[in-house]
């Protein structure tokens, strides 16, 4: 488990309790749950941003306050639900800051490799604050996959936060696709809070369902997905159909 992200009995009171989790390597995590059940939170607390009140976490059997900054941001990276910017850079540049804890030599050859993966290179010359919800996070997913960029490819845990919150179909299945491609390669390893169940069920290998602060389910879509869970957990009524295509259960609500 030396490779892994451990969280053992994380407490912060009130909002998160007794939560315990592994994050492997090459596994794509979804983080579900209702609206204040404790998911930035925890994204916080696995990431750093917030010291626990009890339990720890470490990654690769180190406790994250014993990483210095710099070494913790070159194994992980952190993207926000939305991340406003105090001055007016352009696209380029806040890709680019994803570098600052790297040497710099061939940071332009990887930014601007990660805007083709992110589709941002039509956003080149722009200014980030002028730019709609949907492409700042396109930019904001290029930043972070820069931040892990080592040789060719990303390595380490990104962490997201409602990344396709702001999407549109086709950015929703090309972000889902290509952090699928990239954590199956097997050096990166991705917790992502997703909204959309239907999407968690097609790309995710792993839910884990938060409720109030605790995890009260997880495991693949089959097993989590299932009505009599939701309907509890959310309080909403929804039907269990199949995907068309792949080997998944969809969520749908009642009308
Ligand atoms: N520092 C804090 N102290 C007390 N309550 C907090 C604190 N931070 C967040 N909360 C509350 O904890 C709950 C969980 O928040 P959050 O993690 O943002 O939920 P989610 O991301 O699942 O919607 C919310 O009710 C929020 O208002
Ligand atoms: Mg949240």
Not at 15 to 34: D, K, W
Request: charged fraction near 15%; aromatic fraction near 6%.
């Amino acid at each position: 488990m030396s490779d892994c992200l451990q969280a053992a009995n994380l407490g912060y009171s009130p909002v998160l309790r007794n939560i315990s989790l592994t994050l492997a390597p090459g596994e794509l995590v979804a983080l579900i749950g209702p609206n204040g059940a404790g998911k930035s939170t925890l994204l916080r607390a696995l990431t750093g941003y917030l010291p626990p009140d009890s339990g720890t976490c470490s990654l690769k059997g180190k406790t994250l306050a014993e990483w210095s900054p710099q070494a913790l941001s070159r194994h992980r990276a952190v993207m926000r639900q939305q991340t406003q910017l105090g001055f007016d850079w352009p696209v380029e540049d806040v890709v680019a800051m994803g570098r600052a804890p790297w040497e710099q030599t061939g940071s332009h050859r990887i930014v601007r490799e990660v805007m083709a993966l992110t589709g941002c290179l039509p956003l080149s010359g722009r200014k980030y604050n002028a730019l709609s919800g949907g492409e700042q996070q396109r930019v904001q997913l290029a930043r972070v996959l820069a931040q892990l960029w080592v040789d060719d490819a990303p390595q380490g845990w990104l962490f997201l936060d409602e990344p396709t919150s702001a999407l549109d179909l086709y950015h929703q299945q090309h972000l889902l696709r290509l952090l699928k491609k990239l954590t199956r390669a097997g050096q990166l390893h991705v917790c992502a809070v997703l909204h959309d169940l239907n999407l968690a069920a097609l790309w995710a290998d792993r839910l884990v369902l938060l409720h109030q602060g605790e995890i009260v389910a997880q495991g693949n879509a089959r097993q989590v997905l299932q009505a009599q869970t939701l309907s509890r957990w959310y309080g909403a009524e929804v039907r269990i159909g199949e995907h068309p295509d792949a080997s998944a259960p969809q969520v749908f609500l009642a009308p």
